[in-house]
């Protein structure tokens, strides 16, 4: 059942766009408007003690695992929920906005899971934050049919589950405000999904799951935690019924992975292996440290050895505690140069096989096409079982020096590494201003991640003398020509202008989309005032 009074009037500040009303109902915004009445306050405090975390960071205090929550590590013997209708099974999952054209392809790819993006693989612009919405509904209505944009159907490929992967705990949505500010960017995402369709995802034989981003520590998790119980509780849910993975994609959050699954243990489907936004983390929080500058991303491979010890320690935390453990997302974008194209699959296969072996219960992919060739390397390993979190890996012991052992993958930036960086930043910069959250860019996907690495990395190079500003300057003037002649239509001065400011700065933003989303994608008109639902 809706609420029955409104805490507080919800204002729509977006452009009204087709079918809007479809979402922005007033029985959902008051809902919204609850959630927000709960937890708003206590989102800022999460993020007042991030900022305290990392002062202390900043000040030399040693990052290790908490002695405070020592007895959860060592318990042996709680666990997590047993996993989920439509959830045991996650040897393939396939990730990426919530367009139509995305949703299309991902139900009809053969993997088990699709994950809507409204994080890193969506530019949020309102059309596309209450589009996509209005595309899980239709999933969920069964009003999106089984044909792929190219034509082709799938009529024996099982339909995935479907996970909703909303905005961080940073971000705001600033189309719907409350009392004159802007609304939770986690709130919306999640509240718009699970009010609309959380009844139609159980009736469908699944439920509303989730995957978390950007969760940096146990604080995080029990955010979270409450806002599913309650929600849950509004609606008349039976709590345990949403799941959500979380992406271990923050260096502290890799030192509070038992301390994650513990807080979200009646509602926890695992854990997942970030990899750009971990880098990116990594960079922020050790932005002081000359001993933690890295090389080329190219030279920066999984198997490096701390973040081989971050994906190990996930394996045997999420089994110990009867968790899926889901590896790191492959990127390539088959296109039409066919011997790049399978040198990219055999590293693929090659990466994918490693996880296998290494205990993961599935990875994640991000073009269909790489599907097939994903579920093989998990097929070879699983024998026809749905998982592998039986296989605990006792024999891992991962130390904190471990998680930062940083100085044996080290090397100095080359000028091709640094023209990469460039071409990329510019032209994802450019497509997200423009409403895209996933560009093509030399045979892969990247996404804001792909992205906030570059920005970063391009930074810590500058802040630790390893390029030169003249150089770097040099390098971009060329690829901001470069792009200009190659893309006409592109926004090259405001991508410029956002790199400028994000990359080139004298201290490091914390994220480029918080300062650009203000700028360029906020449209305001006057607000509408939404009436209490009362019964």
Same mark, same amino acid.
Do not use: Q, W
């Given at each position: 059942m809706p609420p029955t009074e409104l805490t507080s009037a919800v204002q729509v500040l977006g452009t009204p766009g087709d079918r809007h009303d479809e979402i922005l109902t007033p029985a959902a915004l008051d809902f919204i408007g609850r959630l927000d009445a709960a937890f708003a306050d206590? %989102?800022?405090?999460l993020i007042t003690e991030r900022r305290r975390r990392a002062a202390l960071l900043a000040s030399g205090i040693p990052l290790d695992f908490s002695r405070a929550t020592s007895a959860v590590r060592t318990d042996p013997d709680w666990r997590v929920a047993p996993p989920a209708p439509g959830l045991a099974d996650r040897r393939v999952e396939i990730a990426g906005p919530p367009d139509r054209r995305t949703a299309l392809d991902a139900l009809t790819s053969g993997a088990q899971v699709w994950i809507a993006d409204f994080a890193d693989a969506t530019s949020p612009t309102w059309d596309n934050i209450i589009g996509g919405q209005l595309n899980l509904? !239709? #999933?969920? !209505?069964?009003?999106?049919?089984?044909?792929?944009?190219?034509? $082709?159907?799938?009529?024996?490929?099982?339909?995935?589950?479907?996970?909703?992967?909303?905005r961080g705990w940073h971000l705001t949505e600033q189309h719907l405000r409350i009392d004159g500010r802007p609304v939770p960017a986690s709130l919306v995402d999640f509240g718009l999904f699970f009010f609309h369709c959380a009844a139609r995802r159980i009736d469908a034989g699944h439920g509303p799951y989730f995957s978390l981003p950007q969760l940096e520590n146990r604080y995080d998790a029990r955010l979270w935690n409450d806002v599913f119980v309650l929600a849950q509780d509004l609606l008349g849910v039976p709590r345990g019924t949403i799941r959500a993975t979380v992406v271990i994609e923050t260096v502290t959050a890799a030192f509070e992975m038992e $301390? #994650?699954?513990? $807080?979200?243990?009646?509602?926890?489907? /695992?854990? @997942?292996? /970030?990899? /750009?936004?971990? =880098?990116?983390? =990594? #960079?922020?929080?050790?932005? @002081?440290?000359? !001993?933690?500058? =890295?090389?080329? %991303?190219?030279?920066?491979?999984?198997t490096a050895p701390f973040l081989r010890a971050c994906t190990e320690l996930l394996v045997r935390t999420c089994h110990r505690r009867g968790a899926h453990a889901i590896g790191a997302m492959a990127t390539h974008a088959p296109g039409r140069d066919a011997p790049s194209d399978e040198a990219a699959l055999a590293g693929l296969r090659l990466d994918k096989e490693r996880e296998a072996q290494d205990g993961f219960d599935g990875s994640q992919v991000a073009h269909p096409a790489l599907v097939p060739?994903?579920?093989?390397?998990? !097929?070879?390993?699983?024998?026809?079982?749905?998982?592998q979190i039986e296989h605990t890996r006792d024999d891992v012991d991962v130390s904190a020096a471990h998680l930062l052992c940083i100085r044996r993958t080290s090397g100095p930036p080359t000028p091709e590494g640094i023209r990469s960086y460039l071409a990329l930043a510019l032209r994802y910069f450019d497509a997200w201003l423009r409403g895209r959250g996933t560009v093509t860019h030399c045979g892969a996907v990247a996404d804001a991640a792909t992205a906030e690495l570059a920005r970063v990395q391009i930074w810590q190079w500058l802040r630790h003398g390893a390029v030169t500003r003249d150089t770097v300057l040099g390098l971009l003037d060329t690829e901001c020509a470069a792009f200009a002649r190659e893309d006409p239509a592109a926004c090259v001065a405001q991508a410029r202008d956002l790199f400028d400011r994000t990359a080139l700065s004298r201290d490091l933003p914390p994220f480029f989309t918080t300062d650009a989303y203000a700028r360029h994608l906020v449209h305001r008109r006057t607000p509408v005032r939404r009436p209490a639902v009362r019964s």
């Open positions: 206590r %989102r800022l405090d509904l !239709d #999933i969920s !209505d069964r009003r999106l049919g089984l044909t792929a944009p190219r034509g $082709e159907r799938r009529p024996d490929a099982p339909v995935p589950a479907l996970m909703v992967r909303p $301390e #994650i699954l513990y $807080e979200l243990r009646e509602h926890s489907a /695992g854990l @997942h292996t /970030g990899r /750009g936004n971990y =880098l990116a983390s =990594l #960079i922020k929080n050790f932005a @002081h440290r000359p !001993d933690f500058v =890295l090389p080329d %991303r190219a030279k920066v491979t999984m060739a994903c579920r093989a390397a998990f !097929d070879a390993v699983l024998a026809g079982r749905p998982h």
